[in-house]
């Protein structure tokens, strides 16, 4: 069984949608002075694209000279922009144009907390040790790998081609030597056993893990040694707060917790109305058994989470006629149970009408999730939308559909949207005896009517004196039925009543039970949440897969194209050298763009024009504009398109209106070249 | 001894700044028409502040419905949105404008990072316990506290006024109250060492602490019992990394170690060059002692830090002239140390001149942060920059800095500007053997003469067989007049030199000294590090004390005067009622306004106008606009500003236009008022 949100997935046996390659022309038939430009035309190679991250400081292990600690990395200059930038478009894409609640809570958290939240008890993961070494390992990642590898070898020996890019072949093979598999073959039914596995495989308890493990005789692969029964360990890293170390706490595993406790005052911030949402971007932690996967598996992480707090009667939403026709990709969680991975491609208006996707609300983030990443720059190829299988899911939630991108180790888990239905809000409210509702004023009261005994007061007390009390407590707490045959009781004659083996006579005299007319004006309940929440860092890393590519001319020179609205820098200006002539201008143009919005960097190192701009082609940046000699003379600037290499002149106030408009997304490149002449010089410039 | 820095600073005992209230008048005696405000008119009143920082959900005690833990904080909807506004003012106002490279590292360390930083032995406080409860206590804060109340105590006894104000009297009470001291009159030479004491009190080491404790007979005020000697409380969370409990980690409690450890990688990213800055804006976590005051001690908390790396020989700012003629107000280490708080003004140009600022790049970021405090809305009256004592310095410190902003618990650190010399990177260079070093080009080569043995290939290792080696090591390891001395004998006649205990008889032939030249044209060194740290949340507490007033006319309407920079919400929008006709032009101001990058919100819940409009006062939305039935009819809409409540009318756009100019502050409200003519509802709407 799996437990939490945000895990990587397997990778998918969908071997045709992990071969797209992103195919991209900057070029229009009309303009024939523009270059064209192959993107694909070297596979994808994640060694070099590694390199480059490294070499141009995205991001890096933690600790490096320390020799790095598993999980924990740290963004460069080039990957903090770049997330900022993710986050900066989140906040408006969410919170801006949704009028979201922002909070900022604290990531230390007392124990109690997460017990009754019930991560302490079940937010875990099934781990394994050698037998002999005791090395640990996650016990679905271990039959996953080895199934795979195992497959891989029953291809080899078939003689069938693993798969047609050599990158792919590359990696199997890393896998089939991590688990130490000869090329093998394999009988049909143990292979089809196998594939519904590893279809199955986050459906899994622990005791079924082990079974799988003696099953399929499953071992260490490093160390061929066998494993222990699985055991659960939790993945939530503990600490103690306070100097007298009495108050265990623990780092938040998600920052939704932090929502829920405020939720009455957020509640009352929006004027007691529902729905609204609540919005948060912070740090989160998970000591992860063995994180192996760079960015895509770590143990401490930035996440972005959304509670939509809503009635659960009415999961409609507002806004979804916006979004009805948006066309997502679907896996749905019948289609895995059959053990199939095949998805359907449909409209989320279609997929609340055949039940597919459980409500409106639930759709209308799928929708608005699917048009950030691709905001953002995500290859809509590359990415769909899978329904978690019922004993996949966490503990708190009813439904879950994962926003899964397509990457070199498969498909990855990066946005989760999950119901989870009054859950958390039931468990606080529960543990601290603190209501957490809403009270919603009737548009129509609700009429009731009911039987309710009505004492005497100047009699009732003087008869019974002592035991008055004990009697009405006993006669208010009769159900309509004792009631009713009370009263009419009371309407023929005296009548004795026995509590606690005393017996009292009751009359008209003393008290009258009649029928009233009741009104309810207020309606409480306690809200159903819809969770969208994003691993930034998942997304960040993937977004460089989908962006990296390299010159046809020369597969050392890589690109990433990342879109405008997220490049860490978006403009970078270039002086032919760092000669003091060109300061003023530099300082001018340096500016001008700041005073427009416009991020840009100054690059006067002394190295060449053209390693300076393929420097910048590694960090993304989608224009370069140069200062020379003419720019002194006549100020005139050129400027540079990163992917096509064109280049463009014009004066430098007309540069810097156009490259404005080009980040701000108000035109395109082929816009650009309508008002700016191509220039010559640019055979000189890239050599 | 205090070891760290942004730590609460005792209330000053001058008390004439302690009383500064802000006087502001948004009139102009050139137009008549505009209204009046008197921002003082009402003594400060921090209850009621609180009571609206909580009504509004600025910030509240996180996880309150458990019972809340001290020093632990969650923003709600307007803090969070204050603090991002305050964050990306500080990322334009340094990142930016000073291109610097951007950090986001991890919180969880490994341990041998803080062993060697020093903050495992050293990063504590001195904690004493009660000796009969076992409460504990921080040391310099019961002896503060303490003294401070007989300080009260002995005013009072005298017949002396305690303060002019009454709250600054109510707080002064509290104390005496926390303290359990009556109204004892001291001698003149008791208070005089009182004073001189907490003049000093950051100084102290714990056994200081101990002495004090016990020569002015200091008890735990809340039961009168005495106290333990005062012993070391290491101030970091500890946990530990992985499953198997092996790696012991710590929460950083700062985060520039994260810069430190990243060196290399940035000074590559920066081509090498020094100087350059680093910067960080993330959590950090210290376990505190016993946290009381809000905001201003917490637990967690968000940092921003620059960490600029400079060249030790040569500590010149390039823009150091750009803010020569800044004027701060200075106290330095020396007035301390004679047991005065007196400081004095003078421009950072005057201050670097006369050696009071140790160089120019410190004196640059001061006069820096001292813009940035202002421009997000800080009172330069209560705004002053105080050196650290000798012992008072983190361990790393060479010299520090602190912007102390003055509120009403008196004058507390937020922002830190140390001088850390190479201290942190000589440290974990020595601990990981990894160079952390700058390798600079030298304009002019030193040259260099000095002897030089040179062997002779041919016949020195045969004549020495096995020994040739260690004699030839000897030789190399002789000094320069060793060597001139060997070349004399050498030049005589054949010599005998003895090596472990074997001689060798050397000769011409097998070797001669020369004198030579050398050219050294790399220098290299361990760069200086300049460090402005910022506490984000009590530079936020601090700013909303200085624009926090009450309405003349009625003590129980606040207003927060947050400047529109960073103020949560721009403009509110405020249709008359929630009736669905002013739909379409609520609409399309809140999309004309986001169009234009100004955030706004709508409120149309069910209450009048004027309510609204105070709500949005204390929430510190600097405009509304109100749309009615003569926008429906007319397009024509009014704009109110929050300070004066004075009200302008114009067309819907040309409002939207002028609040956008408002708002980045092209112009001021006396400008509006050019623009647009006065409305005359405007009695009627705020009644």
Redesign the interface.
């Given at each position: 069984m799996r437990l939490f949100l945000l895990n990587c997935r397997r990778p998918s046996s969908i071997n045709s949608l992990s071969r797209i390659s992103f195919r991209y022309a900057s070029t229009s038939p009309k303009d024939n002075t523009m270059s064209t430009v192959n993107k694909s035309a070297h596979p994808f190679d994640k060694g070099r694209l590694e390199a480059l991250l490294s070499r141009?400081?995205f991001y890096?292990p933690?600790?490096?000279?320390?020799g790095g600690?598993?999980g924990?990395?740290?963004?460069?200059?080039s990957?903090?922009?770049l997330?900022?930038n993710i986050v900066a478009e989140w906040?408006k894409h969410f919170i801006?144009?949704e009028?979201m609640?922002?909070?900022?809570?604290?990531?230390?958290?007392?124990a109690?907390?997460f017990e009754a939240s019930g991560h302490v008890a079940r937010f875990a993961d099934w781990?394994v040790k050698d037998t002999k070494t005791g090395d640990?390992i996650r016990a679905d990642h271990l039959v996953k790998n080895v199934l795979e590898a195992r497959l891989v070898g029953n291809k080899e020996a078939r003689g069938l081609a693993v798969a047609s890019a050599k990158e792919d072949e590359k990696e199997k093979k890393k896998k089939k030597k991590a688990a130490k598999t000869v090329a093998v073959q394999l009988s049909d039914d143990v292979v089809k056993s196998y594939e519904v596995t590893l279809a199955q495989l986050d459906n899994f308890s622990g005791a079924e893990l082990g079974d799988l493990c003696r099953k399929f005789n499953i071992r260490n692969p490093d160390t061929d040694n066998e494993v222990t029964e699985p055991q659960e360990?939790n993945l939530m890293?503990?600490?103690?707060?306070?100097?007298?170390g009495q108050?265990p706490?623990y780092?938040r595993p998600e920052t939704a917790q932090?929502h829920f406790?405020?939720f009455?005052?957020?509640l009352?911030?929006n004027?007691g109305?529902v729905p609204f949402a609540?919005a948060?971007i912070?740090?989160s932690?998970r000591?992860e058994?063995?994180p192996r996967a760079g960015l895509l598996r770590v143990?401490?992480f930035?996440m972005a989470e959304i509670e939509h707090f809503v009635d659960p009667k009415d999961k409609s939403h507002p806004r979804f006629k916006e979004m009805r026709d948006v066309v997502l990709v679907l896996l749905d969680r019948d289609v895995q149970s059959s053990g199939s991975t095949t998805s359907i491609k449909m409209s989320i208006g279609d997929a609340v009408e055949k039940g597919i996707i459980a409500n409106e609300t639930l759709a209308y983030f799928m929708a608005r999730i699917y048009l950030f990443l691709l905001k953002v720059g995500i290859n809509p190829d590359r990415l769909r939308f899978r329904q978690h299988m019922a004993n996949e899911m966490a503990h708190y939630a009813t439904d879950c559909w994962d926003a899964e991108i397509h990457n070199s180790t498969g498909w990855t888990e990066c946005v989760g949207c999950a119901d989870r239905a009054a859950y958390d809000l039931t468990v606080?409210s529960a543990?601290?005896g603190?209501p957490?509702v809403v009270r919603e004023a009737l548009k129509e009261p609700i009429v009731t009517e009911k039987e309710v005994p009505e004492f005497n007061k100047k009699t009732f007390g003087k008869t019974f004196k002592q035991d008055a009390g004990l009697l009405q407590k006993h006669i208010e707490n009769l159900d309509e039925s004792a009631l009713l045959k009370l009263k009419e009781e009371l309407a023929q004659d005296a009548t004795i009543i026995s509590v606690e083996g005393k017996s009292f006579e009751l009359t008209l005299e003393l008290l009258r039970v009649e029928r009233k007319t009741f009104k309810q004006s207020i309606r409480e309940y306690t809200p159903n949440v819809i969770e969208p929440s994003f691993g930034l860092g998942r997304i960040l890393y993937t977004l460089l897969e989908h962006t990296y590519w390299s010159r046809e001319q020369d597969v050392e020179r890589g690109v990433l194209s990342l879109p405008p609205v997220v490049a860490p820098t978006k403009v970078l200006i270039v002086p032919l050298s760092a000669k003091e002539e060109f300061n003023p201008l530099v300082q001018e143009v340096s500016s001008k763009l700041?005073r427009a919005g416009i991020?840009s960097?100054?690059d006067d190192?002394?190295t060449s024009i053209g390693k300076r701009y393929a420097r910048n082609d590694e960090l993304g940046t989608p224009y370069g504009v140069t200062i020379d000699f003419a720019s002194v003379q006549n100020r005139t600037m050129t400027i540079r398109e990163r992917d096509t290499m064109d280049q463009r002149i014009g004066s430098i106030d007309q540069v810097i209106a156009t490259v404005t408009d080009l980040v701000e997304g108000n035109i395109n490149w082929e816009q650009a070249c309508q008002r700016l002449p191509a220039y010559d010089g640019v055979q000189a410039i890239e050599s």
């Open positions: 141009r400081f890096a933690a600790f490096e000279i320390y600690v598993a924990l990395y740290d963004y460069g200059p990957g903090s922009t997330q900022a906040r801006v144009e009028s609640l922002e909070l900022d809570t604290t990531i230390m958290t007392p109690p907390v781990m640990v360990f890293f503990a600490s103690s707060i306070g100097p007298t108050h706490g780092l932090g406790l405020n009455s005052r957020l009352d911030y004027n109305r609540s948060q912070g740090r932690f000591n058994i063995s143990r401490e930035t606080h543990r601290t603190h957490l700041r991020f960097r100054v190192s002394n």
